[in-house]
């Protein structure tokens, strides 16, 4: 009796730290603080006003009155994010992925999880990696082909184009991975694209039924080695078509499209990145070939830190658990504290955006684009759990990101082929912004939908001379500092 009773007093002595945390006050009943915690990519720095004045972890207030749990320290969202089964995610959330994905690998929990992320880790990991480099870098070929073919021909010194970049990267990203192809160029519609990577599937069990189900798993597209790795599981243990459709193409897209808008802007960056890509001996690189251009590197790395995918990941404590913090934080009574008490059901809001971008770690010039940041980190950026570059854009732990290699690897072929033929810039007359779901479009035009137009130019190099000639210099290109 007298443990039951100790624990009794324990459970009522120690609230939630939804109620003893420090935070900002609601902006409104209906919305709370959502205004600023789910706009992504938020344009002032409302978050590191917030820490600096509430810590690094905070209480804020959610939709209809309801109040969550804000934190921007790493050691918190390493240790939620290794514990999903304590931490799974929002029901709701839970719904539209399964509707988007089926019962795949991101829905998945527990034993199923494991299972479904063993059939398709040999599909990402460097291996694989390496014998798909030659089908990337030749996808990234054709958009730059027909850029050069069809809106510069005849070639002009001058001739500047205007782009909407955001449809060729959406349809490159979709034939990185072996879904979708050119006939996907003029209809992007859900319904479309699930047709055609349905048919892609079946050509490639097809394949592989051709080669025996107990081939070895290589191939020269990710969706044919997912779909021999699948058929070599029994048939009752295989994934459904839906969750191998479910590549994450489309994130990688908005990725692409965020990093040639911070390279459009950022004269010195292109300039830099053109000419160490054009170091290289041919346009088609290897995997080591593309790993060993170290501005390149450092140009991903800046661009994940700044524009993640996902600015944020709510969980819920599924019973009452303790949080530990790499940062103390000042409670309501004045108080410091090293870790804060969950009970089953509060939400916590993880939010990657901040903790990349927050000044105590990355220093004052955190929401700059400054690729040379990675030649030397702090030692405190070397402390943040990361999957690559020490950025949190890819999560940690068991449901990490499985296709961060792929990414990575296709945004860099990506911008190594684009930037050593095109001279890239902006339309100062044009603010690029972000919708509520991370997608670049302009200020004035939401109604459009995502978009993200570029100025375009062709970009000739003398290698025998090694001179390099521009297009006239266009008029967004002085203003674009």
Not at 26 to 44: E, I
Not at 447 to 460: I, S
Request: proline residues 6%; hydrophobic residues 40%.
């Amino acid at each position: 009796m007298y443990i039951v009773h100790k624990a009794i007093r324990v459970y009522i002595a120690t609230p939630s730290a939804i109620h003893t945390l420090c935070g900002p006050e609601s902006l409104s009943w209906l919305a709370g603080n959502n205004d600023v915690l789910r706009t992504p990519y938020h344009p002032n720095a409302t978050f590191e006003r917030w820490i600096k004045e509430y810590g690094t972890t905070f209480s804020a207030h959610g939709f209809f009155g309801s109040k969550e749990v804000f934190t921007a320290d790493p050691q918190a969202m390493a240790f939620i994010l290794n514990q999903p089964r304590d931490f799974p995610k929002q029901r709701i959330m839970m719904n539209v992925l399964r509707n988007l994905t089926g019962e795949g690998l991101v829905v998945a929990e527990g034993p199923e999880h494991k299972r479904q992320r063993k059939i398709i880790n040999p599909a990402f990991g460097v291996t694989a990696m390496r014998g798909v480099t030659p089908m990337i870098i030749e996808v990234a070929h054709e958009p730059r082909d027909a850029w050069k073919k069809k809106l510069f021909e005849p070639v002009s010194d001058s001739g500047w184009q205007d782009i909407d970049v955001l449809p060729w990267l959406s349809n490159t990203a979709l034939d990185m991975v072996g879904v979708a192809g050119s006939n996907v160029a003029n209809n992007r519609s859900r319904a479309v694209m699930e047709r055609i990577g349905s048919q892609m599937v079946m050509e490639k069990k097809s394949e592989a039924g051709q080669l025996g189900e107990s081939s070895p798993v290589r191939g020269k597209d990710l969706l044919g080695i997912l779909v021999r790795a699948n058929l070599q599981e029994k048939a009752a243990e295989r994934l459904d078509d839906k969750t191998l459709l479910a590549a994450g193409h489309e994130t990688t897209a908005v990725v692409m499209a965020w990093a040639l808008e911070a390279i459009a802007k950022t004269p010195s960056v292109q300039s830099k990145l053109r000419d160490e890509a054009l170091t290289y001996a041919n346009d088609s690189p290897s995997m080591e070939g593309l790993n060993s251009l170290p501005y390149l590197n450092n140009v991903v790395k800046e661009i994940l830190r700044l524009k993640p995918p996902f600015t944020g990941l709510r969980r819920t404590a599924q019973s009452d658990m303790i949080v530990p913090l790499a940062q103390p934080i000042i409670d309501k009574n004045e108080k410091e504290v090293q870790e804060i008490f969950l009970r089953s059901g509060d939400s916590i809001l993880m939010h990657l955006y901040a903790i990349n971008t927050r000044f105590d770690l990355w220093g004052s010039d955190a929401l700059l684009f400054r690729p040379e940041r990675f030649d030397k980190i702090p030692d405190a950026v070397s402390e943040i759990p990361s999957m690559f570059g020490n950025v949190t854009s890819f999560g940690v732990g068991p449901k990490a990101c499985v296709g961060w290699r792929m990414a990575v690897l296709e945004i860099k072929a990506l911008l190594f082929t684009l930037i050593r033929e095109f001279q890239l810039d902006v339309d100062p007359r044009m603010t690029i912004t972000s919708s509520v779901v991370p997608r670049p479009q302009v200020q004035g035009q939401e109604d459009k939908g995502p978009q993200l137009p570029l100025r375009v130019a062709r970009f000739h190099h003398n290698r025998e001379e090694g001179t390099a000639q521009l297009g006239t210099t266009s008029t967004a290109g002085a203003q674009s500092n």
